[in-house]
């Protein structure tokens, strides 16, 4: 991971925690930096601002944008207005990601013996080089193994540390297939062998693959809907899991008919 640097920049939105507020505005903990800086009352909203604290309030952590930056007098002007709702989510987002690598590699570090510094000039700036984002190349190697950053030029020891952790601590995103079953059977017990058909796909069902759900739509149509790590094991579940719902009516003297959902 490269080094951060000592000072933001102007634009750059940053994660802050509100110190103190006063009638002109409130000073913050620039968290990222360990700088403090200042929210004018000005800056908090474009309407009006009657009580500052309608806004913001002390121990609260929240987005802000850098409008200047004085290094020599250790000045950092913020702003709340110019914000936008996706900027604040996405800067949210990307914080969090950070600290969860940081943690990771912090962990990975303690198994090996290697200070947290040691960890990222060895392994955090080939990751970020190689993936373009640390915690996406945890995910990677959380689903691939460790062997996805010993092509990337880290040690083995160490990807295989970054590796046990990260399968331990990273959640995976997961895809969502689906489709729709159309299932019938005239026989006298044609309710039971349509529900025991249903049943049957959750017998292909793994946890390497995905998790598999079945529900009523309204019959004679079903849905199922796969959950996986990727598309390809969704698909190839959900593929699995259709056709052994068609075979099992189709031997119990039933019929049905399968349908990708887009």
Not at 25 to 48: I, M, N, P, R
Not at 171 to 180: A, C, D, F, Q
Not at 192 to 216: H, M, P, Q, T, Y
Not at 219 to 225: L, M, N, T
């Amino acid at each position: 991971m490269s080094k951060k640097p000592e000072w933001p920049e102007p634009g750059d939105l940053v994660i802050v925690t509100v110190n103190r507020i006063t009638d002109y505005g409130a000073y913050v903990t620039l968290d990222e930096f360990g700088k403090e800086g200042l929210l004018h009352v000005s800056e908090v909203s474009s309407s009006w601002v009657r009580n500052i604290r309608d806004f913001v309030r002390e121990g609260q952590k929240t987005v802000l944008k850098v409008l200047r930056v004085d290094e020599e007098k250790g000045h950092v002007d913020l702003s709340l207005r110019r914000v936008t709702k996706r900027e604040r989510i996405e800067k949210v987002m990307s914080w969090k990601r950070g600290r969860k690598a940081e943690a990771i590699m912090r962990s990975a570090g303690e198994k090996l013996g290697l200070p947290l510094e040691e960890i990222y000039s060895k392994a955090g700036v080939l990751i970020e080089k190689a993936f373009g984002d640390v915690y996406e190349g945890l995910e990677k190697v959380a689903r691939e193994g460790a062997a996805v950053f010993v092509n990337a030029g880290v040690p083995r020891e160490i990807a295989e540390a970054l590796e046990s952790v990260a399968r331990e601590k990273v959640r995976l995103p997961m895809v969502r297939v689906k489709g729709t079953l159309e299932l019938q059977c005239a026989k006298p017990n044609g309710v039971r062998c349509i529900r025991e058909a249903l049943l049957s796909a959750k017998k292909v069902e793994d946890a390497n693959e995905g998790n598999i759900r079945v529900f009523v739509t309204a019959p004679p149509k079903y849905s199922i809907v796969v959950a996986a790590e990727d598309y390809k094991k969704a698909e190839k579940t959900l593929q699995k899991a259709s056709e052994n719902v068609i075979k099992t009516i189709t031997k119990a003297g039933g019929q049905g008919v399968f349908k990708r959902e887009k």
